[in-house]
């Protein structure tokens, strides 16, 4: 189920004001260059969103959902438009529309990194798909666990990130929106799995905080993320294995994918160790075969 637009602009806005607190470089030399892009906002960083929101949700705009062109629509650069014969089965069209539009979106991702888009001073969300509630979780992040350390030690290890984590997120209750566990209050994690976990979240953050700085929906980033860093760990394991990276199938588990990259590239033990035929097994046995 969409989050309303208001949950969603919510989060940039709180992104937003939290970019204002980095000591990031970036972060910081993308804020000046937007300035005049946020000023419409006026004193964001000094109000409660819900009452800034009453006087500045006119700024903003669902994008537009799927709709059938009609004759005489004029085509524009923000959709994806499509002519389908009345000769197409159902279930084959599908495959087609999705493969085209997926093309066609890594193309324009590629042109173009920045995905907000302004249409005549309003803002607008590029999608309307996006399920902002895992955000939640991100913001706390940001806000409790990452900032907070980086002022203190900049230089702190994994392990004071872990800590103040897990006393944060141990307070928290989990939101009804949200489905999955509250990150790091597993008491059964290893601390090796909670390090990750530190590691992919101020990964996250710093990137979230860029995005928002230069103009951009927070969200746009999060999906490409998490679909890299999958990406970025099938080519690790490949290349940790020397072979060229091999495309893990849908609902294939990390394991059974390692496995088979061992088989690929030779360095599984049992490889080469031919399977046992019954007769091998009566030989052992002490049985003979008539000569």
Known sequence: ????????????????????????????????????????????RTQRFDIWWRS???LFK??????????????????????????????TLGKIVAEMYNRELTQRQMRKKKTRKVYGGTYSLSRDDYQVSQFYYYLVF???VYLPVL??????????????????????????????????????????S??????RYRQLSEKLLRNVSEGSFPGDYEETFIKNQSQKRAEEIAKLYAIKPTKRSRGTSTSRFVKKIDRV?????????????R????????SYSKG
């Open 151 to 192: 002022r203190g030690n900049p230089k702190a290890k994994t392990g004071e990130y872990v800590a103040r984590s897990k006393d944060v997120f141990g307070k928290l209750r989990r939101k009804t929106t949200v489905v999955r566990q509250v990150p790091f209050t597993n008491s059964q994690a290893s601390y090796e």
């Open 1 to 44: 189920m969409n989050n309303p637009l208001k949950e969603k602009i919510r989060y940039w806005f709180e992104f937003l004001r939290l970019a204002h607190e980095s000591h990031d470089p970036i972060v910081k030399t993308n804020l000046k260059k937007t300035v005049e892009f946020y000023a419409p906002w006026d004193d964001y």
């Open 265 to 277: 590239s030779g360095t599984d033990p049992y490889a080469g160790a031919s399977r046992k035929t």
């Open 279 to 286: 007769s091998d097994k009566g030989k052992k046995r002490g």
């Open 142 to 144: 940001v806000r409790d």
């Open 194 to 199: 909670l390090s990750r976990l530190v590691r």
């Open 56 to 58: 500045h949700s006119r």
């Open 62 to 91: 669902d994008p537009v959902s799927l709709s059938v062109p009609k004759v005489g629509d004029v085509v524009t650069e923000d959709a994806f438009y499509v002519r389908v014969p009345f000769t197409y089965a159902p279930s």
